[in-house]
């Protein structure tokens, strides 16, 4: 036997047992039926008349409402006796019994198809008829009486088994339509090619893949396999089970192919993300095929556009539409909102929107997400608003759109709502409200929902656990992850919350444990390096600055031929950057085959990391050349650059800041008014940044403030820095790096007492400075630093170089800088302070434990303060070695007494 997959009936597991009588016993029985509405139907047939002998008989339809209590009689079968065979009458009788039944179904009017069924009761029975009620019956959703036709057949055929299978799979009673199947086949009836559609489509709708194994077995035996609908069936199945290579040699093997055949095998391959194949398997089909594509075949291939962001395919795609009639088609239009929502085009969403004569919920759905994937929240709300029905995939999108945008706030309020609303939770509604915990990092707000899940029984789900304890890494509740950890089932993965808890160790600070937690788990091996862990683990390596093991992690992503996934590459990126290594970055981004705008916009981070503004801008021509279509993160990136760049470029930064809306489609945001600010104040023109955030269109964050008072502190201009003080106060921010900054301003120019004021303020509001922290790693081994830390095993040491190391620094001519120490306390005291700051203590073991002329790494978790900065170039020219340092504003690179940074940071 040739098939496509060779199945045969002795190896697939047993059908289930036949049913204890020969067909299914009657679910659907109505013990008491309501008929409120059970017209009697007189019909009689008018005789030609006498003077028009031409004239056909006509049908006279009396619809008398019997009282409640009265039911049609039982003692007959429910369908009823042949009239007299020979008879045109009769013939035309029959033909207009259908004709009703099929008017019935088409305007969804249950009364005509009832009253029809009253009239075949006085007729004999016929299969023909009462197939025809069974299927009038199914398509009005009148279930249960199909299904009492169906069982008063005396002889069902294969058309009465076929039409009730197809029914009970459409309404969402798959084991029924199974077994029914399977009664037939007991039975003795043979299923036709209907027949397997109809079952096919159960195991489609519940994934049943064993069970479509042996009904393909079937087909095979009884020579259906060839039959179109009955292979795109079975594809369709294979499709939705993931067995692509099933799909793919029965599409090889059919003798015929419709287009419902093309498209089966286009969508599977963009499910499982081979967008390539989709498109050239679409070309083949243009090539060799006579008919044309169909609003399925657009549809596939716009998502296949969204996910490979082939945006010039995807314009060409929809010019084809237009051509053919179809951009009005509802799940063309659909298809096309994702698309231009992927591309960044608020303007073409819009439009399309706009000019769509019907809407669905669909639609309103995919105008939300298109706005949200933009940053356009109040705009996604007030789609929102307007809808005119909304189901739990609208409040969905809305709930996932305020985590991907970071309002965690406005996320928590919305599930609230749905609470309120008695809104159906599914498992993506809780995993985004735990997300949303997460964001706010509030522990009260974690442990409140962590409660709810756990009291409502949506603790035990695998996807919604490993949520939870990414939460609890996010709000600092390490010893709560920990035990979700430990109790987590040994029979299910790990790794995905071994990733979690490694990158929460990693966030709170406690990387010892991160690195500890990973070699254990990978030398034991019990953490499976997929591509999602490859991602995440390659970010904690960038994030901490552990080069050599994010070396590894790239070496094993690329033996597991992981490197083709995008997000993989898109995290080696920036891995390298973030590790110091520019060099291997950007080998790494033209070695990729893929890119995406996260794969630009990693490499721009990673210039403006190291403070190379020139070159950003030059991979930004670039970018723009290759048609990839910027986002707003990349344009927070290009603006940021012109802070970096070698020669004063602001009015270029002007242009393309005002270009963002009308050039691009996007409307500016506060973060990028910061950035923006942030350039002018660092090139001196705070009047004009000022100005320019008094003039903003909507009311500025304290971000856009922070960055003009950053830039008051680099050029130590007090005057403008008063008034932004001033509103940064007012709106009482609730991040205590801005009332650090604004300490810092006072302080340094000599303010100590509104220095303390606002320290005593900050305490007040239960806020505490993040302490400053330094760390290098050696021997695989994460050495952090506090100031005036003596924990290390080898403090001894490293205390007596450092004071080698400044007694060589001052006679080099370092000289400390005091006003950096906010406590009012005596010179001495305030030097003491300032040596054994934590980057002096971190660069000191650097040296004492790297071979000589090799350069030093360090990370600090904060903004290198002016003093340390001092005294590292002065180290550098000492010590005649490189020294780097990452901190909170970008890579340091000190060689022979100078900066990168030139002293602006």
């Not at 201009?717 to 609730?734: D, H």
């Not at 400053?772 to 100031?787: C, D, E, M, V």
């Amino acid at each position: 036997m040739n098939t496509i997959i060779q199945p045969t009936i002795a190896a697939l597991p047993p059908l289930p047992p036949p049913p204890s009588s020969s067909f299914p016993q009657n679910p659907f029985s109505l013990s008491n039926p309501k008929p409120s509405l059970r017209p009697s139907l007189s019909l009689s047939l008018s005789p030609p008349s006498s003077s028009n002998p031409k004239l056909k008989p006509q049908l006279l339809l009396n619809f008398t409402a019997l009282p409640p209590s009265q039911s049609l009689p039982t003692q007959k079968p429910l369908l009823p006796l042949t009239p007299p065979n020979g008879s045109d009458q009769t013939h035309f009788f029959f033909h207009h019994l259908l004709n009703l039944l099929r008017l019935s179904a088409r305007h969804g009017d249950h009364e005509l198809a009832r009253a029809v069924h009253a009239s075949i009761l006085k007729l004999e029975e016929d299969n023909h008829l009462g197939n025809a009620l069974i299927s009038a019956y199914l398509k009005l959703g009148l279930v249960p009486d199909a299904y009492r036709i169906f069982q008063s057949l005396s002889c069902p055929n294969v058309v009465s088994f076929t039409t009730l299978v197809s029914g009970f799979s459409k309404a969402g009673r798959e084991d029924e339509a199974v077994e029914l199947f399977f009664g037939m086949r007991n039975s003795g009836i043979d299923p036709n090619e209907f027949s397997f559609v109809a079952v096919l489509t159960a195991c489609i709708r519940i994934l049943e893949l064993d069970l479509g194994l042996q009904v393909h077995a079937l087909a095979v035996k009884m020579g259906y396999l060839d039959c179109v609908f009955v292979s795109n069936a079975l594809m369709s199945l294979y499709g939705k089970c993931s067995c692509l290579d099933y799909v793919l040699k029965l599409f090889d093997h059919l003798p015929e192919r419709d287009i419902a055949s093309w498209n089966t095998v286009m969508s599977s391959l963009v499910k499982e993300f081979r967008y390539a194949e989709a498109f050239e398997l679409f070309r083949e089909l243009w090539r060799t095929e006579g008919f044309g594509i169909d609003r399925f075949t657009v549809s596939t291939l716009l998502t296949a556009c969204t996910g490979s962001s082939a945006f010039r395919a995807g314009k060409l795609i929809h010019a084809h539409a237009i051509k053919i009639g179809l951009e009005a088609n509802l799940s063309v239009t659909n298809a096309l909102i994702r698309f231009y929502a992927a591309c960044g085009s608020v303007n073409g969403v819009k439009s399309l929107f706009e000019r769509m004569p019907v809407r669905d919920v669909i639609t309103w759905t995919e105008m939300i997400t298109a706005y949200m994937e933009v940053g356009l929240v109040d705009l996604a709300i007030e789609m929102f608003d307007n809808m005119p029905e909304r189901n739990p995939v609208s409040y969905n999108a809305l709930l996932a759109g305020f985590c991907r945008n970071g309002e965690g706030l406005r996320a928590f309020d919305l599930f609230t709502k749905m609470l309120e609303e008695g809104m159906e939770m599914t498992d993506f509604t809780l995993t985004s409200v735990v997300n949303a915990c997460g964001l706010i990092m509030d522990c009260k707000t974690s442990e409140q929902i962590h409660v709810f899940l756990i009291k409502f029984g949506f603790g035990s789900n695998a996807c919604i656990e490993a949520a939870l304890l990414d939460m609890c890494t996010r709000c600092g509740r390490m010893a709560d992850a920990k035990k979700m950890l430990l109790r987590w089932p040994a029979e299910q993965d790990r790794s995905v919350i071994l990733t979690s808890i490694i990158g929460g160790y990693a966030r709170n600070g406690q990387l010892d444990e991160a690195i500890s937690l990973f070699n254990l788990n990978q030398s034991e091996g019990r953490m499976d390096m997929d591509e999602v862990s490859s991602t995440s683990l390659l970010g904690l390596c960038g994030t901490i600055g552990f080069h050599e093991l994010g070396k590894q992690i790239h070496c094993h992503a690329f033996k597991r031929g992981f490197l083709t996934d995008v997000g993989v590459g898109n995290a080696t990126i920036s891995m390298y950057t973030k590790c110091w290594n520019m060099e291997d970055g950007v080998k790494l981004f033209n070695m990729m085959p893929t890119h995406d705008v996260v794969s630009w916009n990693g490499l721009l981070a990673g210039y403006l990391l190291h403070r190379q503004g020139d070159e950003a801008l030059a991979f930004w021509s670039k970018m723009e050349r290759t048609g990839i279509k910027p986002d707003k993160i990349t344009f927070v990136l290009i603006i940021s650059a012109y802070r970096h760049t070698n020669s004063n470029l602001v009015d270029n930064c002007r242009s393309l800041f005002l270009s963002m809306k009308t050039v691009y489609g996007i409307e500016p945001t506060s973060e990028h008014f910061a950035s923006f600010i942030a350039v002018l104040g660092y090139w001196g023109l705070l009047d004009e940044a000022e100005e320019i955030i008094c003039k903003m269109p909507f009311e500025p964050e304290v971000s856009v403030w922070r960055a003009l008072l950053d830039s008051c502190r680099l050029r130590m201009n007090t005057t403008v820095g008063k008034r932004v003080v001033k509103r940064i106060l007012s709106m009482e921010p609730k991040d205590p790096s801005s009332y650090i900054l604004v300490s810092n301003l006072y302080s340094a120019s000599g303010r100590w007492h509104c220095s303390e004021m606002v320290r005593d303020k900050m305490r007040k509001k239960g806020f505490r400075k993040h302490p400053g922290q330094s760390w290098i790693i050696h021997n695989k081994k994460i050495h952090p630093f506090y100031a005036r830390d003596k924990s290390h095993p080898q403090a001894k040491d490293i205390y007596s170089g450092l004071e080698i190391l400044i007694l060589e620094c001052l006679k080099a001519g370092y000289v400390p800088d005091t006003s950096f120490v906010l406590q009012e306390v005596e010179e001495h005291q305030k030097k003491d302070f300032l040596y054994y700051h934590s980057a002096k203590l971190a660069a000191t073991y650097g040296l004492l434990t790297s071979k000589p002329g090799k350069p030093v790494r360090i990370v600090k978790n904060i903004l290198l303060c002016g003093d340390c900065h001092t005294f590292l170039k002065y180290m550098s020219i000492v010590t005649r070695r490189t020294i780097y340092v990452r901190d909170a504003s970008g890579v340091h690179y000190f060689s022979s007494g100078q900066c990168s940074c030139k002293d602006y940071w």
